[in-house]
């Protein structure tokens, strides 16, 4: 298992989209259940904007990878109700609202009291008094305007209750719970329980007697080729050795395009049997017909059947999903404890105060006669008295982070028991973080410390005392990225009081501006918002809710370039850094400025249901940069360009065709105009990169450069026939349909798919919109008005010439990559180039001509970006007989989209902030942080111990990536250390001859360097010689140089020894 999700594997940093300054304002089911899911029939291809089945793909969009059309559509005829909407209630609804579900009904009969400003991100002081559901009411609909949102404020009865698909309830009795619990059961109403109490939480599920599982875990189906078939009574099928197959046994496949055992394409799922990594059974296949070749096994997801026992049976016998498996023992303890605090509550009239001796000990004879009279199932063989009674002094707590947490598995669940997407927890989940408290002294607390004080933080004192509140208030942190993990983040600062005092301060930068898809999971932006800063609206938003919260929002990228910004003086006065960051090339780099300036770094990602935290620690833990996953596997050069055997890589030739059109050549053109060295340039680029890029150049500006709308439509025709028609002719010209390889094989077989020509139809509404996309993709590069209209387009069809094209003997076409790299290296044929450069325009005369490069934006519907790319695609698929991707899933992969749901978001921004209390804690225990990795669809929590840095040796001295040699450049006399100074102070000081030393990507010194050189550079001050090799100036703001140097030890033996911080200012 990958140990972080894609965001964080995606190595290319996104275009930046720019700031605008006038801103505008079906799986059938295999039978039926009780549960709400409905069988529904195929799609058809869905639209960029709402769908056919009525869902907005422009909203929804990277949910819809997540969930799927039809997970979402049964989500859109379920009516939730949730019930409690204090912290923990208001986190599941903004979750469920952002997902979309039919309705969303709230209950409360409670008023907004102060403690609740510490979770309830929509209540304000002036709320207070106010009844919960009505003030939330109106905030939460302004999420999603397709989902309508009532508020009620009466007691739960059943006639009302029983219209409802799934019922959450939070902060209720176990009365309560256990006769809503019976009456859900008995009506086939889903039902889902969630508590939070300080840093405790748990979740219970009844999804009824028999609920269905469409997807266990919303993985794609794996995908092999097949290369052969026995035909015995446990037959074995062996795929392709290109790839592992990765089933398991009991998983279910199905067979298309076999040849010879034809009984088996699109025959029932059949169920394997691993024999190895690339083979498995099916069983008998002796009656079948002889395996001749190919054929491609799929992996068939089956709907599996659940059984939830009612709570009352439930609570006697309690199934476990264990969530920290170093707590193996804690849900057992924590069933009793929950049942205890019920029952203090109810004697009692009120919970346990925080760290009170005697209400602790009363609750722990409560905890003690509940383990007495419980079951052989729930019973503890011993009470952990310390772990009831630290649950006893969080009774009170209301903590934002856990909220986070359990809010955000909560509302995955609702939407597994409205969907049938995902598995479900079955039945009970209990969490835990005491390692939150400080770990020298976790029960010193005392009741003084954690007494109210008619503060919107007491529900967060009650846990940690008013120290630790003062501690978290007057923070400086600095959140990089403000989409959806930073708008979670910021909303939990501002609960938490992260800088909200004038001694503290959160300053948070993101470049990108709002795009309607952020607003499925962004919940701090509203439709408003829409083409405003990311940083700056999401500051105002946690503004509003708590108005102590100190923030600063930049526009700014992380960087080199603004390190003039982001500068010593910046760093030094950090408490840390938060990244929420969907690139890893800013992952990186902020890690080496963590590391640099010695910052704890809060590092998280999310893909899909799966999300991952990372705890940084200096001189304790290694850096996010210390591991990476191995790089995503790249499709071969020869498959991308003559046997695509997946729609995967039909979407990746038509991405690569786009940039060759209407990207590459403008901005090649815009070069050889204004770049008085791209010649230059082009000229010493290898092989036959200099002549085909000059070509191209010649092909822009002169041989295809259209006047006219017409023109642009005669090349798209033209276009069309020389990708679908002509390259296909000759590629089976030179590999006929029955060609045999030398080892007798048929050419055609295996991953090589013999493609056919597609033949232009002005009738066919596809290859006709293939035109319209190509012919103003290029006019809009040329300056030329566009037409969309089909009539128009048609007609000027009937005047084009296509270009007659006859296959020809000896063009070579590369069959393996090691060909295609030898075919890249081939020289250049310098007649050849000679005249294609007497043949360009000086670039003095194309001074005023202008050019746009088309710069790839898969969000907007209008610009028919997503149009050509989706036709351009499917035709090529149409080619070798690939099965057709609509514009939803061609855009994840042109895209390079990265699935996101507001849940995972949720759950990890809440797991970083319970890893930031330990921060502010100043726990120094490696044991106390917890790197978090989590896959809500299983579900599944894994955590574990930060990995130590990695310490090396020089001499008796250890050092990690932390250390450094600090060496003071500054000299007595105000004057700076020259390099002689330098190398003799490594000399004397260190006992270390410098052989080598660099500056970024600059040799200042080695031991090789020519005598005059060495003698010249010995004189010059440190920061001279960087200027003199680097050719730079050094920015005025930098005080230190990093360099890097390799050293001898006193007996001549290379040695390892820390990177050197130098100051000269």
């Given amino acids: 298992m990958s140990s972080r999700p894609r965001e964080d594997l995606d190595s290319q940093s996104p275009v930046s989209k720019k700031l605008r300054l006038d801103p505008e304002s079906q799986v059938p089911l295999a039978e039926q259940s009780n549960n709400s899911v409905g069988s529904s029939g195929k799609n058809a291809m869905a639209k960029n904007g709402t769908g056919t089945d009525g869902i907005d793909e422009g909203l929804y969009s990277r949910q819809l990878y997540v969930l799927g059309h039809d997970a979402m559509k049964r989500m859109n005829r ?74 009620e404020n009466r007691p739960l009865a059943e006639d009302f209750i029983s219209k409802f698909t799934v019922i959450v309830l939070t902060k209720s009795s176990l009365e309560a719970q256990l006769k809503i619990g019976d009456f859900c059961h008995s009506k086939g109403i889903h039902l889902i329980i969630a508590d939070t109490r300080g840093l405790f939480g748990q979740v219970f599920c009844d999804f009824g007697d028999d609920f269905t599982v469409i997807d266990v875990n919303g993985e794609e189906p794996l995908t092999s080729m097949i290369s052969a078939i026995t035909k015995e009574k446990e037959c074995v099928v062996t795929c392709l050795d290109e790839s592992r197959h990765g089933f398991e046994s009991g998983d279910y496949v199905s067979f298309t395009e076999i040849q010879g055992m034809t009984e088996l394409n699109d025959s029932e799922p059949r169920k394997v049997k691993v024999l190895g990594p690339y083979t498995f059974s099916i069983g008998d296949t002796s009656g079948l017909s002889d395996y001749v070749r190919g054929g491609i096994v799929k992996q068939v997801k089956m709907p599996q059947k659940v059984n939830f026992k009612p709570l009352r049976q439930s609570l006697a016998e309690p199934e476990h999903v264990i969530t920290d498996y170093a707590k193996f023992d804690r849900p057992g303890q924590l069933h009793i404890g929950w049942q205890a605090l019920h029952k203090f509550e109810k004697d009692c009239g009120t919970l346990p105060r925080p760290r009170n001796k005697d209400d602790a000990s009363k609750f722990l004879e409560f905890a003690k006669e509940i383990n007495s009279q419980a079951s052989e199932a729930s019973k503890q063989g011993e009470l952990d008295e310390k772990l009831q009674s630290h649950l006893a002094s969080n009774a009170t707590g209301d903590l934002c982070p856990m909220q986070a947490f359990i809010g955000g598995i909560t509302a995955q669940e609702v939407m597994k028991a409205c969907s049938g997407k995902f598995n479900p927890i079955h039945q009970w989940m209990y969490f835990d973080a005491l390692e939150c408290l400080p770990e020298d002294d976790p029960e010193g607390l005392t009741e003084e410390d954690c007494k109210q004080t008619n503060c919107r933080y007491d529900a967060q004192v009650a846990v ?63 439709s408003h918002d829409v083409q405003s800063p990311k940083s700056s609206t999401a500051a105002k938003a946690a503004l509003q809710m708590n108005p102590d919260a100190n923030i600063t929002a930049h526009l700014n990228r992380v960087g080199p370039e603004t390190e003039n910004v982001y500068s010593d003086d910046f760093f030094e006065g950090l408490d840390g850094v938060a990244n929420a960051l969907d690139n890893i090339d800013a992952r990186m780099y902020m890690d080496r400025r963590c590391v640099y300036y010695r910052k704890s770094l809060l590092e998280s990602g999310t893909l899909g249901t799966k999300g991952n935290v990372q705890v940084v620690l200096p001189f304790m833990t290694e850096s996010y940069s210390s591991s990476q996953d191995p790089p995503e596997k790249s499709i071969p050069i020869c498959t991308l360009k003559n046997f695509p055997n997946a729609i995967e890589h039909t979407i990746q030739w038509a991405r690569d065709e786009f940039e060759g059109l209407f990207r590459n050549p403008a901005e090649n053109v815009q070069q050889y105009i204004h770049d008085p060295k791209f010649m230059e340039r082009t000229m010493k680029l290898p092989g036959m990169q200099p002549v085909e890029t000059f070509q191209n150049l010649k092909t822009a500006l002169i041989d295809d ?28 010209f030179n590999f006929p349909k029955d060609q045999i390889t030398s080892s007798g094989a048929p050419f055609w077989s295996g991953p090589k798919r013999c493609p056919h020509m597609l033949k232009f139809d002005e009738s066919n509404p596809a290859h006709i919109d293939y035109i319209i996309a190509a012919a103003n993709l290029r006019a809009f590069t040329y300056n030329i008005p566009q037409n969309r209209d089909p009539a128009f387009v048609i007609k000027a069809l009937k005047g084009v010439k296509v270009r007659e094209f006859i296959p020809r003997s000896g063009v070579k076409i590369d069959v393996t990559d090691a060909e295609a790299q030898a075919s890249a290296q081939v020289s250049a044929d310098e007649a050849q180039l000679k005249d294609i450069l007497n043949a360009l325009p000086s670039p003095a005369s194309l001074k005023d001509f202008k050019i746009i490069p088309v710069d790839f934006e898969k969000d907007d519907d209008t610009n028919l970006h997503m149009d050509f790319i989706v036709a351009a695609s499917n035709f090529r698929a149409e080619n070798y007989d690939i099965a057709p991707a609509d514009k939803h899933k061609t855009k994840l992969i042109a895209g390079k989209i990265i699935p996101a749901i507001a849940t995972t978001t949720s759950v990890v921004a809440g797991l970083v902030c319970l890893e930031l209390y330990k921060l502010v804690n100043g726990n120094k225990k490696l044991e106390s942080y917890k790197n978090g990795f989590i896959n809500l669809a299983l579900p599944f929590f894994g955590f574990s111990e930060p990995i130590p840095a990695a310490t090396q040796k020089y001499y008796d001295k250890e050092f990690s990536l932390w250390d450094r040699i600090e060496i003071q450049g500054v000299l007595a006399d105000g004057g700076e250390m020259n390099l002689e100074q330098f190398l003799d102070h490594f000399q004397n000081e260190l006992g270390l001859e410098i052989t080598m030393m660099s500056q970024g990507v600059c040799m200042l010194y080695s031991f090789f360097m020519s005598p005059v050189k060495r003698k010249e550079r010995l004189t010059l001050k440190m920061s001279d010689v960087v200027t003199k090799v680097s050719k730079k100036k050094i920015p005025k703001h930098v005080r230190h140089l990093v360099l890097e140097v390799c050293c001898n030890d006193r007996d001549g033996e290379d040695i390892e020894v820390p990177y050197v911080r130098y100051t000269f200012r």
């Fill in 78 to 151: 379920s009516d939730v109700l949730i019930s409690g909407m204090g912290g923990l209630g208001v986190e599941i609804a903004k979750n469920i609202v952002l997902g979309g579900v039919k309705s969303l009904t709230i209950h409360d009969e409670g008023n907004v009291t102060i403690e609740n400003l510490a979770s309830q991100f929509f209540f304000s002081a002036a709320d207070v008094g106010k009844n919960r559901a009505l003030v939330t009411e109106p905030k939460l609909a302004e999420l999603n305007s397709y989902v309508p949102v009532k508020a």
């Fill in 464 to 526: 940690f005392g008013s120290a630790f509140q003062t501690k978290l208030t007057q923070l400086k942190y600095f959140m990089v990225g403000a989409g959806a993990i930073g708008c979670e983040l910021l909303k939990n600062f501002a609960m938490m009081g992260v800088g909200c005092s004038p001694e503290g301060k959160v300053t948070v930068t993101d470049m990108d501006i709002i795009e309607k898809s952020n607003l499925n999971r962004q919940f701090l932006f509203r």
């Fill in 705 to 732: 450069k259209p006047s006219n709308l017409e023109d642009c439509i005669a090349y798209a025709r033209n276009r069309f026939e020389e990708m679908y028609t002509n390259q296909i002719k000759q590629l089976l």
